[in-house]
């Protein structure tokens, strides 16, 4: 299993319009093979900083929605409601603590 982790700054009165594309993006990931889960969080006192955690059973299950036409549509209507790209780090466990 792997993480996912986008971090998005949202321009000032673009909320809205964000979260409906969000919205969107994740009952069109719901339907990708290997989606586990998926969670949008924002900054206390700064709604405008979203960071979202998406589970995936494998990075090529990821890789498959990270290239489809659906999310590249989406992330063409969001472009134009963020301040800067958005900056994605996947991550895998290697160890287990205890």
Same mark, same amino acid.
């Given at each position: 299993?792997?993480?996912?982790?986008?971090?998005?700054?949202?321009?000032?009165?673009?909320?809205?319009?964000?979260?409906?594309?969000?919205?969107? /993006?994740?009952?069109? /990931?719901?339907?990708?093979?290997?989606?586990?889960?998926?969670?949008?969080?924002?900054?206390?006192?700064?709604?405008?900083?979203?960071?979202?955690?998406?589970?995936?059973?494998?990075?090529?299950?990821?890789?498959?929605?990270? /290239?489809?036409?659906?999310?590249? /549509?989406?992330?063409?209507?969001?472009?134009?409601?963020?301040?800067?790209?958005?900056?994605?780090?996947?991550?895998?466990?290697?160890?287990?603590?205890?």
């Amino acid at each position: 299993m792997i993480r996912v982790i986008i971090e998005r700054k949202i321009s000032e009165g673009c909320l809205d319009g964000y979260l409906e594309l969000i919205r969107q /993006a994740r009952k069109q /990931a719901n339907a990708v093979d290997g989606f586990i889960a998926g969670e949008l969080l924002q900054e206390k006192g700064n709604q405008n900083n979203a960071v979202i955690i998406s589970s995936w059973e494998s990075y090529d299950a990821w890789n498959e929605w990270f /290239a489809s036409e659906e999310r590249m /549509a989406v992330l063409k209507d969001m472009r134009s409601l963020l301040e800067a790209d958005e900056k994605v780090t996947i991550l895998e466990n290697n160890h287990i603590l205890s």
